[in-house]
């Protein structure tokens, strides 16, 4: 969903990884956006495969000084993230 020039992902909205991978994508390329929101709330287990695919929306975010977000997430998939030091890397507080 788009809002303004912030983009917010909406993981439980891809059922298919193969369609998230597109739009991390189309996301990184779009000169509009000024900030991404990866939005977790309706995800109860992370695949590795969106795990990687946030973490390329991050790199490109912070080579591109473009503001970065995660959040809602519940505490199974805090507790994955916390294991592989990601939420120490995006900046996510319980």
């Known amino acids: 969903m788009k809002k303004g020039k912030e983009y917010t992902l909406?993981?439980?909205?891809?059922?298919e990884i193969s369609f998230?991978?597109?739009e991390v994508s189309r996301v990184i390329v779009d000169p509009k956006v000024?900030?991404?929101?990866?939005?977790l709330d309706k995800v109860s287990f992370i695949l590795s495969a969106v795990i990687a695919?946030?973490?390329?929306?991050f790199k490109h975010c912070s080579k591109t000084s473009i503001p970065f977000r995660v959040i809602n997430m519940s505490d199974e998939v805090y507790e994955t993230l916390d294991m592989l030091k990601l939420t120490q890397m995006f900046g996510v507080k319980k």
């Open 10 to 15: 909406a993981v439980a909205g891809f059922t």
């Open 20 to 22: 998230f991978e597109k």
């Open 34 to 39: 000024t900030g991404i929101v990866v939005d």
């Open 53 to 57: 695919q946030i973490v390329k929306l």
